[in-house]
Nanobody
Framework: QVQLVESGGGLVQPGGSLRLSCAAS????????LGWFRQAPGKEREFVGA???????SYADSVKGRFTIARDNAKNTVYLQMNSLKPEDAAVYYC???????????????WGQGTQVTVSS
C-alpha cells in the first residue's frame, strides 16, 4: 500500500555527481523505512542505503563516504546524493520501503520501477 516513484537517473562522467529522488505515497507511508538498492546487468541486487523516519541511516561499505541519503518528510521524498561516481556504480537504482532498516536491508516490502544510472567517459 506504498507507491514509490524514482527519478533523477542519467549519464554522468566518472568523478561526477548525481542526485536521485524517490517520492512515496499511500496509506501509512510514514510507518516505513525508505532506502535504495541497485542492480547491474548480470549481478545480484545490492543494498545501497536506508534511512528511518527519524533520520537514522545505514550504508553499504561500497558507497560510504561517497553517497548520502536524506529524507524530507514534508515532501514524502527520500534522496540519494551520489558523489565521486565510479563506473562500477552504474546500475538501475531502485527505491524500496520496509518496516525497519534491518528488514529493508534483508529485502524490503515495496519497490519502485527503477531509474538508470550510467557512469561513462
Amino acid at each position: 500500500q506504498v507507491q514509490l516513484v524514482e527519478s533523477g537517473g542519467g549519464l554522468v562522467q566518472p568523478g561526477g555527481s548525481l542526485r536521485l529522488s524517490c517520492a512515496a505515497s499511500g496509506r501509512s507511508f510514514r510507518s516505513y523505512v525508505l532506502g535504495w538498492f541497485r542492480q547491474a546487468p548480470g549481478k545480484e541486487r545490492e543494498f545501497v542505503g536506508a534511512i528511518s523516519w527519524s533520520g537514522g541511516t545505514s550504508y553499504a561499505d561500497s558507497v560510504k563516504g561517497r553517497f548520502t541519503i536524506a529524507r524530507d518528510n514534508a515532501k514524502n521524498t527520500v534522496y540519494l546524493q551520489m558523489n565521486s561516481l565510479k563506473p562500477e556504480d552504474a546500475a538501475v537504482y531502485y527505491c524500496a520501503a520496509g518496516l525497519t532498516i534491518g528488514s529493508l536491508k534483508a529485502g524490503g516490502n515495496y519497490w519502485g520501477q527503477g531509474t538508470q544510472v550510467t557512469v561513462s567517459s
